[in-house]
């Protein structure tokens, strides 16, 4: 069974720093593509950051040059880690794995900046 376990979130003053984690069990990371997602109240899910198979990364505008997501195929571990958090950052960030048509999600872990 697929599990991917998202860790790391929390409240953190804005221009702080956070790091989150995404933790795959049931697949082996480092052949899928890997991405970061977020969804704020009343908004869609967005991409934030996408890791590919090949390790070529691509970053929405919003968060570029603050956040960096990064891969672990030892532990098999996605991450992404975000600094000079703004307030506007608050949100419910998923991982998400994907590889042709399939693709699974976590449960999501939740990050608050206050302003």
């Known amino acids: 069974q697929v599990q991917l376990a998202e860790s790391g979130g929390g409240l953190v003053q804005a221009g702080g720093s956070l790091r989150l984690s995404c933790a795959a069990s049931g697949i082996i990371f480092s052949i899928y593509d890997v991405g970061w997602y977020r969804q704020a109240p009343g908004k869609q899910r967005e991409l934030v950051a996408v890791?590919?198979?090949?390790?070529?990364?691509k970053t929405a505008d919003s968060v570029k040059g603050r956040f960096t997501i990064s891969r672990d195929n030892a532990k098999n571990t996605v991450s992404l880690s975000m600094n000079s958090l703004k307030a506007e950052d608050t949100a419910v960030y998923y991982c998400?794995?994907?590889?042709?048509?399939?693709?699974?999600w976590g449960q999501g872990t939740q990050v608050t900046v206050s302003s």
């Open positions: 998400n794995a994907a590889r042709f048509n399939w693709a699974a």
């Open positions: 890791i590919a198979r090949g390790g070529r990364t």
